[in-house]
T-cell receptor
Framework: RKEVEQDPGPFNVPEGATVAFNCTYS??????FFWYRQDCRKEPKLLMS???SGNEDGRFTAQLNRASQYISLLIRDSKLSDSATYLC????????????FGKGTSLLVTP | DTAVSQTPKYLVTQMGNDKSIKCEQN?????MYWYKQDSKKFLKIMFS?????LIINETVPNRFSPKSPDKAHLNLHINSLELGDSAVYFC????WGTGLAFFGQGTRLTVV
């Protein structure tokens, strides 16, 4: 079983739609949680950190449920430029805080 | 100013050759990583260095040897290249324990 599991998609949504991605992680000792974004043939870039209290950055809202070991990302009012692969990431001390990536969820926003 | 730079961007080489990829970061971070992204797009940690000390050495063939001459540099040397080594290799850096990593642009290695 992979440490971080994501629905690979693809999610095809029209501009303006709201889309939600989910992620589960297996290691209960995981300490930090993030969403990264990767555009085609580019490097991953940090989108946002994820906290138990939930956090919002413009159209993006991330949520962490430690009891269920579940992470979510909500994108409101999708833009064409949101098309990318969204990577769920966890870290834990036992692996030297290296980023453990999910396989990513592919999003395509269409006109 | 590029925060994490790796060279070369593209590398095409024959089986059996030895090649190196260089990585430098100017962010003042104390931790650097090498990741491999295979054809299925899965990003997998290979090595992690903190203050020039090897922290993680995942199940990677010993043909792969990282070297960190100082905190700002982490190079990857690959001996006796095989077809299965074809992938995109990403260097990254962060401050220890934060998970807030910056990645280089990647090196697309093709072994023929």
């Amino acid at each position: 079983r992979k440490e971080v599991e994501q629905d690979p998609g693809p999610f095809n949504v029209p501009e303006g739609a709201t889309v939600a991605f989910n992620c589960t992680y297996s290691n209960s000792a995981s300490q930090s949680f993030f969403w990264y974004r990767q555009d085609c043939r580019k490097e991953p870039k940090l989108l946002m950190s994820v906290y138990s209290s939930g956090n919002e950055d413009g159209r993006f809202t991330a949520q962490l449920n430690r009891a269920s070991q579940y992470i979510s990302l909500l994108i409101r009012d999708s833009k064409l430029s949101d098309s990318a692969t969204y990577l769920c990431v966890v870290t834990h001390p036992n692996s030297g805080y290296a980023l453990n990536f999910g396989k990513g969820t592919s999003l395509l926003v269409t006109p | 100013d590029t925060a994490v730079s790796q060279t070369p961007k593209y590398l095409v080489t024959q089986m059996g050759n030895d090649k190196s990829i260089k990585c430098e970061q100017n962010l003042g971070h104390d931790t650097m990583y090498w990741y491999k992204q295979d054809s299925k797009k899965f990003l997998k940690i290979m090595f992690s260095y903190n203050n020039k000390e090897l922290i993680i050495n995942e199940t990677v063939p010993n043909r792969f040897s990282p070297k960190s001459p100082d905190k700002a540099h982490l190079n990857l040397h690959i001996n006796s290249l095989e077809l299965g080594d074809s992938a995109v290799y990403f260097c990254a850096s962060s401050q220890w324990g934060t998970g807030l990593a910056f990645f280089g642009q990647g090196t697309r290695l093709t072994v023929v």
